[in-house]
């Protein structure tokens, strides 16, 4: 039986709608006069006066006038998100580092630790052990924990939104790996941990924060040793069905391709991976960051072999990228990670091949770009991933704190040389994993 809802019930779910509106205007643009908040939300004048008081009240704003520029008049107080009203935990887990930030509402990085792995396949326990180490010494930095609401993480793999399983890693040598369960008992807090595909998340951060903001219709190419995809597609982000989607690596584009890491042949990651730019260029294959390093001074010093690896690699970049432009109609193209590096190198070969032979309609509609936000990307699209909830829904935000309420859990203070894993019933509290 469908029953209306009661005219309370509207109004509250109205009243937590505007809330959401007015909080995700100024996470995104940063800090907004009153008429600038009535503007962009459509929302009356009275409404948004009463909205924000509300907002107030639970911290997560303050109102107040900036410094005067000179003009005649007195500037209007602008509203404000306070940065350690509510944190996310950011973590990236790369093919060369591991990654945790805090991340404060409006986007501000409070912390950021990097740190170098060895390439190659590592366990998942030594994985998530690292990140709760890394995890626990920026806690203790900042201090923030009685803000936190919520934990993402960005991966190189393919990952399930729904419960964060990595269904396959080739490059940590994971499969089916349940990585949002481990980390859950791992980190011993009752927030949710979101995971998403590191691409899926640059995407993210890029439309929100970099090169991509304003624009509904965006394709993020991310490469360090393999290739991966984000979407934004009508303004959303784009998953399929489960999560699995937008893994533009491995499309097929070479029949008589070499062997790729997923147990395919001839995926478009064999033509643009790394190590074919290495192997190119005259450096070892499996050489990473460094010889990425000599392979683009040599490049810039006008060595043939680097730029002829670099015209080989912009060439079948060009030709992937002709086929997604048919498809997906994008306005921007953003290259990130080491395409990002490169993209000077490779970009006027990408771009006579787009010429050749994508549709020409919206290939004069399509800019192809360096990534905005560099290495980090993805990292900030996680801490994106981690506020969503929050962005949705800020009313809960004055009810619920974060992190369970008791002292910092045990598994926080163990230095990393004596590293074990915490009991999978340390912190008592269930755990959610949402997408
Ligand atoms: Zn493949």
């Given at each position: 039986?469908?029953?209306?809802?009661?005219?309370?019930?509207?109004?509250?779910?109205?009243?937590?709608?505007?809330?959401?509106?007015?909080?995700?205007?100024?996470?995104?643009?940063?800090?907004?006069?009153?008429?600038?908040?009535?503007?962009?939300?459509?929302?009356?004048?009275?409404?948004?006066?009463?909205?924000?008081?509300?907002?107030?009240?639970?911290g997560l704003?303050?109102?107040?006038?900036?410094?005067?520029?000179?003009?005649?008049?007195?500037?209007?107080?602008?509203?404000?998100l306070t940065p350690d009203s509510a944190?996310?935990?950011?973590?990236?887990?790369?093919?060369?580092?591991?990654?945790?930030?805090?991340?404060?509402l409006?986007?501000?990085?409070?912390?950021?630790?990097?740190?170098?792995?060895?390439?190659?396949?590592?366990?998942?326990?030594?994985?998530?052990?690292?990140?709760?180490?890394?995890?626990?010494?920026?806690?203790?930095?900042?201090?923030?924990?009685?803000a936190?609401?919520?934990?993402?993480?960005?991966?190189?793999?393919?990952?399930?939104?729904?419960?964060?399983?990595?269904?396959?890693?080739?490059?940590?040598?994971?499969?089916?790996?349940?990585?949002?369960?481990?980390?859950?008992?791992?980190?011993?807090?009752?927030?949710?941990?979101?995971?998403?595909?590191?691409?899926?998340?640059?995407?993210?951060?890029?439309?929100?924060?970099?090169?991509?903001?304003?624009?509904?219709?965006?394709?993020?190419?991310?490469?360090?040793?393999?290739?991966?995809?984000?979407?934004?597609?009508?303004?959303?982000?784009?998953?399929?069905?489960?999560?699995?989607?937008?893994?533009?690596?491995?499309?097929?584009?070479?029949?008589?391709?070499?062997?790729?890491?997923?147990?395919?042949?001839?995926?478009?990651?064999?033509?643009?991976?790394?190590?074919?730019?290495?192997?190119?260029?005259?450096?070892?294959?499996?050489?990473?960051?460094?010889?990425?390093?000599?392979?683009?001074?040599?490049?810039?010093?006008?060595?043939?072999?680097?730029?002829?690896?670099?015209?080989?690699?912009?060439?079948?970049?060009?030709?992937?990228?002709?086929?997604?432009?048919?498809?997906?109609?994008?306005?921007?193209?953003?290259?990130?990670?080491?395409?990002?590096?490169?993209?000077?190198?490779?970009?006027?070969?990408?771009?006579?091949?787009?010429?050749?032979?994508?549709?020409?309609?919206?290939?004069?509609?399509?800019?192809?770009?360096?990534?905005?936000?560099?290495?980090?990307?993805?990292?900030?699209?996680?801490?994106?991933?981690?506020?969503?909830?929050?962005?949705?829904?800020?009313?809960?935000?004055?009810?619920?704190?974060?992190?369970?309420?008791?002292?910092?859990?045990?598994?926080?203070?163990?230095?990393?040389?004596?590293?074990?894993?915490?009991?999978?019933?340390?912190?008592?509290?269930?755990?959610?994993?949402?997408?």
């Open positions: 039986m469908i029953r209306r809802d009661e005219p309370g019930q509207r109004s509250e779910t109205v009243r937590r709608a505007n809330l959401s509106a007015i909080v995700r205007e100024i996470h995104t643009n940063g800090p907004l006069s009153r008429s600038g908040l009535v503007s962009r939300t459509g929302l009356t004048r009275s409404a948004i006066r009463s909205l924000i008081g509300e907002l107030v009240d639970t704003v303050s109102e107040r006038r900036s410094a005067s520029l000179g003009t005649p008049g007195r500037p209007s107080p602008l509203v404000r944190v996310v935990l950011a973590m990236e887990i790369a093919v060369d580092s591991l990654a945790v930030g805090i991340v404060g409006g986007g501000t990085v409070l912390e950021l630790i990097r740190v170098d792995r060895p390439r190659g396949h590592s366990s998942v326990d030594e994985v998530v052990d690292d990140l709760v180490e890394l995890a626990s010494v920026a806690r203790a930095r900042q201090q923030v924990d009685e936190l609401v919520g934990i993402g993480v960005a991966v190189v793999g393919v990952v399930r939104r729904t419960d964060g399983l990595i269904a396959m890693a080739p490059n940590l040598g994971w499969h089916d790996v349940p990585l949002g369960d481990r980390l859950g008992r791992a980190m011993a807090v009752s927030v949710p941990i979101s995971i998403a595909n590191e691409a899926d998340l640059g995407a993210l951060a890029e439309h929100r924060r970099g090169a991509a903001v304003g624009l509904d219709d965006v394709l993020f190419l991310s490469g360090e040793v393999g290739v991966g995809g984000g979407l934004i597609v009508g303004g959303q982000p784009f998953t399929g069905a489960a999560g699995f989607g937008g893994e533009v690596g491995h499309i097929p584009v070479n029949p008589t391709g070499s062997m790729c890491r997923c147990g395919s042949f001839g995926c478009w990651e064999t033509e643009i991976g790394e190590e074919v730019l290495l192997e190119l260029a005259g450096h070892p294959r499996g050489g990473g960051r460094n010889e990425l390093d000599a392979v683009v001074r040599e490049a810039s010093d006008g060595s043939v072999a680097a730029l002829g690896a670099m015209d080989h690699v912009g060439r079948w970049l060009g030709l992937g990228l002709a086929g997604l432009v048919n498809v997906l109609n994008p306005r921007l193209i953003v290259l990130g990670g080491r395409f990002g590096r490169i993209h000077p190198f490779v970009i006027r070969s990408l771009e006579a091949e787009l010429d050749r032979r994508a549709l020409a309609a919206p290939r004069s509609m399509v800019r192809v770009v360096a990534t905005r936000l560099g290495a980090d990307a993805p990292l900030l699209g996680a801490a994106e991933l981690a506020f969503e909830p929050l962005l949705a829904d800020p009313a809960t935000r004055g009810q619920s704190r974060g992190v369970a309420g008791e002292p910092a859990p045990e598994p926080f203070m163990r230095p990393i040389s004596s590293a074990r894993r915490p009991s999978p019933d340390a912190g008592g509290e269930p755990r959610r994993v949402v997408a």
